[in-house]
């Protein structure tokens, strides 16, 4: 077999079941940020051949395998539904789904005074298991991993956290320009890189203003380290894109900005502070010439256009194009995307459109639309044709497969309160390694550039962020983890009154193993399972004798005996 990214990946990915690794192949209203665009423009031409959209999904494999690309995968009947329509109706539905914010569900559970960040955490984690609007979660879930805060240094901070992440839910099919700003004046990102009421530098006292935001807006939310080709790849000699004099410089921008309130004073904050924009109080605000990435803002000129000014000014690097589109791309479909792929959907950033084979039209024509370039991720025909080059494929985040489980199952009563096990699921050994707002820094869970030392993949030259967090410790944990929900009792409302699974129709299946493996394959791996490892999980699921009077408790351990095996498996772990 050629090497590509799932082969190259495999060895590395260590569990029970490890032989499954072979495989064929400024805030805006939500409706002017996220509704807008879906299927507009001019309408599309009569097509002049009978051939169907290579988006069409014709079989269950190609169905699941959307499904897990684009969202959270999908239960029996939602993977059935797919079959013989276009993966552009299916975006455009999702796309005109209302959205799902955590802030309101937030007020109306917990009063101000249970206003903390591990309230938010779970209702964050009730939002992501149970929300319809999955391509627009799991979009929010990407950009959570780009324009980065850490709850774990707050504790008071629950509306703020909320609040932020509905920008994120808000902006997911918005503007870039848009959504840089909403961050911006948000609270929470103030608060987690400290430029909430940053003032103005004092020659006196020697205080200068903080230099945080500056640099981590330059580095990590827009234009990153080092001028980029339009494919992503660095430019000859790989010039800088900023230095030291930029930042001075930038940083005397986020200057000024306080809590809503009538002052710049602490006691002046009004009660709902932390969930509103934060405001701009020039006594607070540098009023000294601003210099940064060639452009020079006059002094005196107000702390709100100065802002302004600035984030055009960044929003307008070339580097934002290729820098966002390539993680976005990671996040969703390829962990190391070649050149041209980035090229293909660094260009829809730039033209704020996008055009699907079947005639669907993404995107209002500006720059850094985001509808759009979620469109173009999902929809490259890299995604949808049957070779699988090196470039191709990528390693699951731990939080995407478990919310799988979760839909693909039809698990109900979901009630991450009453599971203490969501209080925080970064522990490698027993849990995923990762947990939503909560990565150890700014720079998140993986760095978007890691290539593995002593791999496949590094030999390779591939990128693959999420190998950072992945090893025979957290495989194992993991396991453990999907093996607490996988094995739960049915029928048990008193030691095992939530998140009950639906295994009806695996259980139907558990007479014939072979049948069994098969349907579990497409459901939970799109079909990825080698020969081999389907061998093997059907001998091991045929130890479990069906008969006498336990022959329904046995059908149920052998549905979830191969469940665990498979979702312990490379084969699940690597989405092609």
Same mark, same amino acid.
């Given at each position: 077999?050629?090497?590509?990214?799932?082969?190259? /990946?495999?060895? /590395?990915?260590?569990?029970?079941?490890?032989?499954?690794?072979?495989?064929?192949?400024?805030?805006?209203? $939500?409706?002017?940020?996220?509704?807008?665009?879906?299927?507009?423009?001019?309408?599309?031409?009569?097509?002049?051949?009978?051939?169907?959209?290579?988006?069409?999904?014709? %079989?269950?494999?190609?169905?699941?395998?959307?499904?897990?690309? *684009?969202?959270?995968?999908?239960?029996?009947?939602?993977?059935?539904?797919?079959?013989?329509?276009?993966?552009?109706?299916?975006?455009?539905?999702?796309?005109?789904?209302?959205?799902?914010?955590?802030?309101?569900?937030?007020?109306?559970? !917990?009063?101000?005074?249970?206003?903390?960040?591990?309230?938010?955490?779970?209702?964050?984690?009730?939002?992501?298991?149970?929300?319809?609007?999955?391509?627009?979660?799991?979009?929010?879930?990407?950009?959570?991993?780009?324009?980065?805060?850490?709850?774990?240094?707050?504790?008071?901070?629950?509306?703020?956290?909320?609040?932020?992440?509905?920008?994120?839910?808000?902006?997911?099919?918005?503007?870039?320009?848009?959504?840089?700003?909403?961050?911006?004046?948000?609270?929470?990102?103030?608060? !987690?890189? %400290?430029?909430?009421?940053?003032?103005? +530098?004092?020659?006196?006292?020697?205080?200068?203003?903080?230099?945080?935001? @500056?640099?981590?807006?330059?580095?990590?939310?827009?234009?990153?380290?080092?001028?980029?080709?339009?494919?992503?790849?660095?430019?000859?000699?790989?010039?800088?894109?900023?230095?030291?004099?930029?930042?001075?410089?930038?940083?005397?921008?986020?200057? &000024?900005?306080?809590?809503?309130?009538?002052?710049?004073?602490?006691?002046?904050?009004?009660?709902?502070?932390?969930?509103?924009?934060?405001?701009?109080?020039?006594?607070?605000?540098?009023?000294?010439?601003?210099?940064?990435?060639? %452009?020079?803002?006059?002094?005196?000129?107000? +702390?709100?256009?100065?802002?302004?000014?600035?984030?055009?000014?960044?929003? @307008?690097?070339?580097?934002?194009?290729?820098?966002?589109?390539?993680?976005?791309?990671?996040?969703?479909?390829?962990?190391? $995307?070649?050149?041209?792929?980035?090229?293909?959907?660094?260009?829809?950033?730039?033209? &704020?459109?996008?055009?699907?084979? =079947? &005639?669907?039209?993404?995107?209002?024509?500006?720059?850094?639309?985001?509808?759009?370039?979620? @469109?173009?991720?999902?929809?490259?025909?890299?995604?949808?044709?049957?070779?699988?080059? /090196?470039?191709?494929?990528?390693?699951?985040?731990?939080?995407?497969?478990?919310?799988?489980?979760?839909?693909?199952?039809?698990? %109900?009563?979901?009630?991450?309160?009453?599971?203490?096990?969501?209080? =925080?699921?970064?522990?490698?050994?027993?849990?995923?390694?990762?947990? $939503?707002?909560?990565?150890?820094?700014?720079?998140?869970?993986?760095?978007?550039?890691?290539?593995?030392? &002593?791999?496949?993949?590094?030999?390779? +030259?591939?990128?693959?962020?999420?190998?950072?967090?992945?090893?025979?410790?957290?495989?194992?944990?993991?396991?453990?983890?999907?093996?607490?929900?996988?094995?739960?009792? *049915?029928?048990?409302?008193?030691?095992?009154?939530?998140?009950?699974?639906?295994?009806?129709?695996?259980?139907? /299946?558990?007479?014939?193993?072979?049948?069994?493996?098969?349907?579990?394959?497409?459901?939970?791996? *799109?079909?990825?399972?080698?020969?081999?490892?389907?061998?093997?999980?059907?001998?091991?699921?045929?130890?479990? #004798?069906?008969?006498?009077?336990?022959?329904?408790?046995?059908?149920?351990?052998?549905?979830?005996? @191969?469940? #665990?095996?498979?979702?312990?498996?490379?084969?699940? *772990?690597?989405?092609?």
């Amino acid at each position: 077999m050629a090497l590509n990214f799932k082969t190259a /990946l495999c060895s /590395l990915v260590v569990a029970s079941a490890l032989a499954a690794c072979g495989g064929s192949g400024g805030s805006s209203s $939500p409706a002017s940020s996220s509704s807008g665009g879906i299927g507009s423009g001019p309408p599309p031409t009569t097509p002049t051949t009978t051939e169907k959209p290579y988006t069409n999904l014709d %079989t269950r494999e190609e169905a699941s395998r959307f499904l897990i690309q *684009a969202g959270f995968g999908g239960t029996d009947a939602e993977i059935d539904a797919l079959v013989g329509t276009d993966a552009a109706d299916w975006i455009v539905a999702q796309m005109n789904l209302p959205a799902t914010r955590t802030l309101p569900l937030m007020q109306a559970r !917990y009063p101000a005074r249970e206003d903390t960040d591990f309230n938010h955490s779970r209702m964050l984690w009730q939002t992501l298991l149970t929300a319809d609007d999955e391509l627009r979660q799991r979009m929010m879930f990407a950009l959570s991993q780009i324009f980065v805060i850490s709850t774990d240094s707050f504790f008071d901070q629950g509306y703020g956290s909320a609040y932020y992440s509905d920008i994120l839910v808000d902006q997911a099919f918005g503007n870039y320009r848009t959504l840089l700003e909403d961050v911006t004046y948000s609270p929470a990102m103030a608060r !987690y890189l %400290t430029y909430y009421r940053n003032r103005k +530098g004092d020659p006196e006292t020697g205080r200068m203003p903080d230099e945080n935001y @500056a640099r981590e807006v330059l580095q990590l939310f827009s234009i990153g380290l080092v001028e980029l080709e339009m494919d992503g790849s660095p430019k000859p000699g790989s010039p800088e894109t900023y230095d030291n004099e930029d930042i001075l410089g930038l940083a005397r921008v986020f200057t &000024g900005l306080s809590g809503h309130g009538p002052s710049f004073r602490w006691s002046d904050q009004l009660p709902d502070y932390r969930h509103r924009p934060l405001q701009v109080f020039d006594e607070a605000h540098s009023q000294l010439e601003k210099t940064f990435l060639g %452009t020079t803002i006059p002094e005196n000129t107000p +702390g709100a256009e100065t802002i302004t000014q600035a984030l055009d000014t960044i929003s @307008a690097h070339p580097n934002v194009a290729p820098f966002i589109s390539r993680q976005l791309i990671q996040r969703f479909t390829a962990s190391s $995307p070649s050149p041209a792929y980035v090229r293909r959907v660094a260009e829809v950033f730039e033209s &704020g459109r996008f055009s699907a084979p =079947n &005639g669907q039209h993404f995107g209002r024509g500006q720059r850094g639309d985001l509808q759009a370039v979620i @469109a173009a991720i999902l929809l490259d025909p890299s995604v949808h044709d049957d070779v699988q080059d /090196l470039n191709e494929g990528k390693l699951r985040e731990p939080v995407v497969k478990f919310i799988q489980y979760v839909k693909a199952f039809n698990v %109900t009563n979901i009630d991450v309160w009453a599971e203490w096990r969501f209080y =925080n699921t970064n522990d490698p050994t027993s849990k995923l390694s990762q947990h $939503p707002f909560l990565s150890p820094s700014v720079f998140n869970f993986y760095r978007p550039g890691y290539i593995a030392p &002593g791999t496949a993949t590094g030999d390779a +030259g591939l990128s693959a962020p999420e190998l950072q967090i992945v090893n025979e410790g957290s495989a194992l944990g993991f396991a453990n983890f999907i093996s607490h929900y996988v094995l739960r009792p *049915a029928d048990d409302p008193v030691n095992h009154p939530g998140f009950q699974p639906d295994f009806t129709a695996e259980i139907q /299946l558990a007479d014939d193993p072979d049948a069994l493996v098969e349907h579990l394959d497409v459901k939970l791996t *799109a079909g990825q399972l080698s020969d081999a490892a389907k061998a093997d999980i059907i001998d091991v699921v045929s130890t479990l #004798i069906v008969d006498g009077e336990d022959a329904d408790v046995a059908r149920r351990k052998r549905a979830q005996t @191969a469940i #665990i095996m498979i979702m312990a498996s490379g084969a699940y *772990a690597v989405q092609n």
